[in-house]
RNA sequence: GGGUCGUUAACUCAGUUGGUAGAGUAUCUGCCUUUUAAGCAGAGAGUCACUGGUUCGAGCCCAGUACGACCCA
């Protein structure tokens, strides 16, 4: 095969690669097919262990159980005549016995070939070791593809953050925590769905690139359409095409999926990320708090089998009815202590702010400023599940106002370890204050606030034809795993982290 | 954007005051039929991230660059 001989003629492979392609040549050479697709399990090993991790020896060997399996060569322990190994699949890992007397000194000389890395397919039936190890005896021996590549070192593993994030392949195989992170996101992702499905809610699809990028105060990425010749925005929110489908009378709705976001990158923050994001006519922000109650506290037990998670050294209470509620400007005076007539006096509150090291651009409103004390002083206080609500109008563009005070919506966030993990409030339906609302944006946004909504003008009329009255919350999913796999960076929960491409 | 730290063999890591580049694992060779971080004997393996500077001499000191981690904005 002149491909691999080319390979093995390159000067700059290190040895051990090179020994490998020497020997994946060698094999050709004696018309072994390196990658062949023609053997066929019957079994897996998580099977294996469920079926005979209780039986005794005698029984084993007695019954001669035979069965195909197949997966990666991970550990190699070779004695002569005699071998053992640690063979992985999907499901987990198990040791298999390979003897020259119960394969023949052929087939027993190609099995020597195999390497750490190999992937391979063994027939055989099970018996216990000396030690009294569950042990698969080999009776037939195919290895279906070739490793060229050397694995981590087998008892530190893979500890080279880089190289976890850019060969994530990699890590998943020598890293087993990798691969139980993982496995955990997409049972949480598929709670969230079985517990919203059973609650009524329909999961949709709706368009991630969008002409005006709308229902988050982000930056958003740019994109061209080339057919039409129009610039395109990746969505930073789904939320204005949903509260669309409230009123075509989708009456609960949601959709899990990526959104995208033009800023920095770290710990808590990769520019795309995944939320999910529902909608419930006829329940107001309120109800929104018991629903979410009961969904993480079932999430998290679905998860970690306690509705009380450890996350970085804390213990998590989501259990239902542990939630704090506190309003927004009861939180700044009684975990942020700052005196009512300091928040609510706009120079007074601009003063805090600056003081406290943050920037004050012209023109801000004082909503904004006391989401910033709020940034500073309150949410990295905030450990436990606490609902804050009543956030200012100013900074909620698409909340319903609260009906006594027009100066703070209905709105809440959910924060717990110190961070934002949800947002959400009664929903805006009344399309005269929506389009002030707008325009207010659009003011901003001329001021230089690039984070400021724009206006949609098609969004207004979908609310001139009727919306019910609503609530609807996002909930960052990623945070979530974060949560409640007790990882303290986003990366450690997204399978292919954003990174700068490598060097050279 | 700013600061701190890191980058040495495929992997995990040492490297003294600036004076010939080290270990374990992995790999290769030999021995070995119940091991499991198998063992024993031997061998090979390096653009010390990159570029420049200081010096008789730089993995080590200095400057810059790249990539990454953490903290701050």
Redesign the pocket.
Known sequence: MPMLEALQAKD?L????K?RVE?ACQLLDDDIHLYPNDFRRDTEIETLWARFSETDGETLEAAEYDFALAGRVV????????T?F?LQDRGGKI?V?A???DLGTEAYQLFKKT??GDIVGVRGSL?R?????L?VKTRGFRRVSKSM??L????????????R?RQRYVDLIVTPRTKEIFMMRTAIVRELRDFLDEKGFMEVETPMMQAIPGGAMAKPFETHHNALDMKLYMRIAPELYLKRLLVGGFERVYEINRNFRNE?I??QHNPEFTMLEFYWAYANFEDLMDLTEEMFSRVAVKATGSSVVPYQGEQIDLSVGAWTRLAFHDSLEKIGGVAPEVYSDYEKCKALVKEK???VVEGEKLGKLQAKLFD?LVEPRLIQPHFIYHYPTDISPLSRRNEDNPEITDRFELFMTGREMANAFSELNDPVDQRGRFEDQVKEKEAGDEEAHFMDEDYVRALEYGMPPAAGQGVGIDRLVMLLTDS??I?EVILF?L?????G
């Not at 290190?14 to 690669?17: E, F, L, M």
């Open positions: 700059e290190n040895a051990v690669i020994t020997k550990s190699y322990r070779s004695f002569g005549k005699v053992f640690h040791q016995y003897a020259r007397d390497d750490i018996f070791t000396k030690t009294g190890e042990t590549r050397p981590p070192e087998k008892y530190h593993g893979l500890k080279d953050v880089e190289t994030y920095g770290s710990t090291g943050e920037k500073i303290a960076s990366r982290p990174l700068r491409p490598e060097a």
